[in-house]
């Protein structure tokens, strides 16, 4: 049996992303530091509640995952709002949970669990990013969102272009997905949200997931947005040099 | 300007100086106290031995520039760091260079992002914040259907008959935290020039490829081979990019990031179509 691991698990992005990778016959561990992830329950996926951006907690997730995977999603990260016009201090804390804890959610997890996706001969690495990384393109973007916010969002790309070049000779794939705003409480609850933004839905997200793992595809952005079929394309002639 | 006792921030500093500009630089190394690493006169140049992602280095650095020349009108976001970093390293060492690499690059030049903005702003007069970046990050990742350059691409050699080699990305993948940390300014360039731009405060990101710096001779251990050496780009041309970008003004472009890499003319390029940012975002 396959075997995958989401990080963020507990939102609704995530949720939808161990349903889907379920229901095709994965065996899925959930991970997230909200205790609410305990309450998925469904044959397949097992949920773990441990804070990925702490190194001290990462051996609750690694303890429980099998020496190979197939599948690493990395959905976890927060977002706050960071005015310019806040203190210098609330700027500090602000680094702190947004910036630092987000690019460490992507980062330990990843160190973690990469020798394991290359230990099993291949398989798939698929980080979450904002749409906000692609060209707006008279596309409606995030005009008001925080700085701290959106640097992470384009930091996962980094690490997407970075990991899909050094890892093909592993034939680990790596992509992101680049989505705009899933329908959700939290997005709801967003004190500087567009809500003339429109928004999208996880499970759609989640059967382009599906498809993204079922393909060879590696160092692509893959963009979902209202009003764009929510079905991979084929890939474009690389003018970029993806070696091992 | 930040980490301007050496390399690229170095020319920057000195093109400044030569332009008129008064230049407050900090940099981790001793030199940046004594003007002559600028060939400046005393009066004209303030140096702070600052590590810029230590927020009180920070402050610091804002309260000596703004005692001794009373305003700040540009930002130059220069210092950066890089350590070959592998998606296969161990944690600690991973840990480890998070602090130097992201830490730099990526949170110094947040932190005097915000340090200097609130006093731009109160100032009422405008100003340029510039964020060096590096061309690993607009080597493009943009789904090919969408991308608004199309056959102007530069990159795309079916379309624009680009002769050059295939471009190589991050570092040959070598980079992923100076990756991670480049691409994340994109972030803070785009959202501080929508924020900002009520303001007069234009926002801008240099990516720069390789070009004939202290950073780039460390990597090649400072024996690069000839045939490296003689296609790196001149700092002095980096430096002419950076003072025609200040030299705009306030109607200049906000919001983009330029690029320079081996292969194309290392001089500021025409402001483009907005691709990252409506145009009524900034507007």
């Not at chain 1, 020496?67 to 016009?85: E, H, K, Q």
């Not at chain 2, 234009?202 to 720069?208: E, K």
């Amino acid at each position: 049996m396959k075997r995958a691991v989401v990080t963020g698990a507990a939102g609704a992005l995530g949720r939808a992303f161990c349903n889907a990778l379920a229901d095709s016959g994965y065996q899925v561990l959930g991970a997230d530091n909200d205790p609410s992830v305990a309450s998925i329950r469904k044959d397949g996926i097992t949920p773990v509640c441990c804070d990925l951006a702490r190194e001290d907690q990462l051996a609750t997730l690694t303890d429980l995952t099998q020496d190979t995977l197939d599948v690493l999603v990395n959905c976890a990260g927060v977002y706050r709002a960071s005015p310019l016009s806040e203190s210098w201090q609330a700027s500090l804390d602000g680094l702190q949970e947004v910036l630092d804890n987000n690019l460490r959610a992507l980062l330990l997890p990843s160190r973690a669990l990469i020798p394991r996706l290359v230990a099993n001969g291949g398989g798939h690495i698929v980080n979450l990013t904002s749409r906000d990384v692609l060209p707006a393109n008279g596309q409606p973007t995030n005009g008001a969102c925080s700085d701290l916010w959106l640097a992470s969002q384009w930091a996962v790309n980094g690490a997407t272009d970075a990991w899909a070049t050094r890892l093909a000779s592993a034939e680990v794939k790596v992509n992101a997905l680049c989505v705009a705003g899933i329908k959700s409480p939290l997005t709801e609850a967003l004190p500087d949200y567009d809500f003339q933004r429109p928004l999208i839905k996880a499970a759609d997200v989640a059967t382009l997931l599906i498809e993204l793992i079922n393909s060879d595809l590696t160092g692509e952005n893959i963009g979902y947005w209202p009003g764009r079929t929510g079905h991979l394309r084929p890939p474009r002639a690389r003018h970029r040099q993806i070696t091992g | 300007m930040t980490g301007g006792a050496v390399g690229i921030g170095n020319a920057y500093a000195q093109a400044l100086l030569t332009a008129g500009w008064q230049v407050s630089v900090c940099d981790l190394r001793e030199a940046v106290e004594d003007p002559a690493t600028f060939n400046s006169e005393p009066d004209r140049v303030l140096g702070t031995i600052a590590d810029v992602s230590d927020p009180a280095d920070v402050a610091r650095v804002i309260d000596n520039t703004m005692s001794g020349f009373g305003r700040i009108d540009a930002l130059v976001n220069n210092a950066g760091v890089w350590r070959e970093t592998n998606p296969t390293d161990s944690l600690p060492k991973t840990l480890d260079d998070f602090g130097a690499v992201v830490g730099t690059n990526l949170y110094g030049e947040f932190l005097f992002g915000r340090a200097v903005i609130p006093r731009m702003i109160e100032q009422g007069s405008g100003g340029d914040i510039v964020n060096i970046a590096t061309d690993h990050m607009v080597t493009c990742g943009t789904p090919w259907d969408v991308c608004p350059r199309g056959p102007q691409c530069p990159f795309d050699r079916a379309a624009s008959g680009f002769q050059g080699p295939p471009r190589p990305t991050g570092g040959g993948g070598s980079m992923d935290l100076y990756d991670i940390s480049k691409w994340a300014l994109n972030g803070l360039t785009y959202a501080w020039a929508k924020a900002l731009r009520p303001h007069n405060i234009r926002v801008n990101a240099i990516c720069m490829g390789a070009t004939d710096s202290h950073m780039l001779r460390g990597f090649h251990n400072h024996a690069p081979s000839p045939e490296e050496e003689a296609s790196w780009m001149k700092t002095s041309d980096a430096a002419e990019m950076l003072m025609d970008l200040l030299a705009e003004g306030p109607s200049g472009r906000t919001g983009q990031a330029m690029n320079a890499c081996i292969g194309r003319p290392c001089k500021l390029e025409p402001a483009h179509t907005q691709l990252y940012v409506r145009d009524e975002d900034i507007a």
